[in-house]
């Protein structure tokens, strides 16, 4: 268990469609991080929370990507009108304090037909 | 040039061997480093820390070496559980922001 949990862990989609992941660590990190990543290739950064302030987004968040953590705790990363090449496993990782060490949630594993 | 870069392997070794894997970063203020595992279709896991002064935990030995921006990780006496993806990560300095980015990974495969 490591303590925090994805959701959906699987979903497949239609070309066009919006999709909602949302990311519940069980307990409080400030710093919240998020991850693409597909086959063969290892996590490439997304976006960085720091509480419920959204401090850094990367360049491969095209405008159709939307990230939220409105009470600093559980975030959700929105993908409006989803293309193939949004295929890939989204994964959250709170950030602990002292040692730095991210912690990953299972994923959730995304299919754009 | 990637900021983080790694052999993607596959490494294949017997069991009781030893490996070492390399990974080279490109931001020379980059101020922490880690090794993650990763199983086939699980999330990363953190493996080690890798400190200054290097670092062992058991089987498993982490080295920095700032001059030639590369970290490595050594893995004695092989177990076929040690078959994984092996993440490396490097925490690049930027100001404000704590930006960890990662390698594409190298795949270790240890046969009986």
């Known amino acids: 268990d490591t303590g925090v949990s994805q959701d959906p862990r699987h979903k497949i989609t239609k070309r066009g469609q919006n999709v909602t992941f949302r990311c519940d660590p069980i307990?409080?990190?400030?710093?919240l991080y998020w991850y693409r990543q597909t086959l063969g290739q290892g996590p490439e950064f997304l976006t960085y929370?720091?509480?419920?302030?959204?401090?850094?987004k990367s360049r491969l968040l095209s405008d159709r990507f939307s990230a939220e953590r409105p009470k600093g705790s559980f975030s959700t990363l929105e993908i409006q009108r989803t293309e193939q090449g949004d295929s890939a496993m989204y994964l959250c990782?709170?950030?602990?304090?002292?040692?730095?060490?991210?912690?990953f949630g299972e994923g959730s594993r995304l299919t754009v037909l | 040039r990637k900021e983080v870069e790694q052999d993607p392997g596959p490494f294949n070794v017997p069991e009781g061997a030893t490996v070492a894997f390399n990974c080279t970063y490109s931001?020379?203020?980059?101020?922490?480093f880690f090794w993650y595992r990763q199983d086939c279709r699980k999330e990363p896991k953190l493996l080690m820390s890798?400190?200054?002064s290097g670092n062992e935990d058991g089987r498993f030995t982490a080295q920095l070496n700032r001059a030639s921006q590369y970290i490595s990780l050594l893995i004695r006496d092989s177990k076929l559980s040690d078959s994984a993806t092996y993440l490396c990560v490097v925490n690049m300095a930027n100001t404000g922001f704590q930006k960890l980015v990662f390698g594409t990974g190298t795949r270790l495969l240890v046969s009986p």
């Open positions: 990782a709170p950030r602990e304090g002292n040692t730095g060490e991210l912690f």
């Open positions: 929370f720091q509480n419920e302030a959204q401090l850094e």
């Open positions: 931001n020379s203020a980059s101020q922490s």
């Open positions: 890798v400190y200054s």
């Open positions: 307990s409080e990190h400030n710093r």
